[in-house]
């Protein structure tokens, strides 16, 4: 059992960066893929950004490409995504999620087996 505790949300204005973290404890972190998803109100749960086990390759929504950054850092157990430029359509709970086998369809939340608890990310004037 991955347990995953996500933290860094808050309000930020349009233009500005936030870091969001995800502690990761119970499994054998190197062995897990990492993502990030988010879900603004009335919407469906969205694919942010995916990192692989080793660090080697991470894979981006079009809509936070050049803006957002995922890394991981294995000696904390922790995936960090770093969110720069951040627009009012960024606004969303943000979520950490785990998958532990390999899937082409990364972007799809079903494929992950473990999630945080969300953490709450407005961007406003």
């Known amino acids: 059992q991955v347990e995953l505790v996500e933290s860094g949300g808050g309000l930020v204005q349009p233009g500005g960066s936030l870091r969001l973290s995800c502690a990761a404890a119970?499994?054998?972190?190197?062995?897990?893929?990492m993502g990030w998803f988010r879900q603004a109100p009335g919407k469906e749960r969205e694919f942010v950004t995916l990192i692989n086990r080793s660090g080697s390759t991470t894979y981006y929504a079009d809509s936070v490409k050049g803006r957002f950054t995922i890394s991981r850092d294995s000696a904390k157990n922790t995936v960090v995504l770093q969110m720069n430029s951040l627009k009012p359509e960024d606004t969303a709970v943000y979520y950490c999620a785990a998958a532990t086998t390999y899937s082409a369809a990364y972007y799809r939340p079903g494929e992950y087996e473990y999630w945080g608890q969300g953490t709450q990310v407005t961007v406003s004037v």
């Open positions: 119970g499994g054998t972190f190197s062995s897990l893929r």
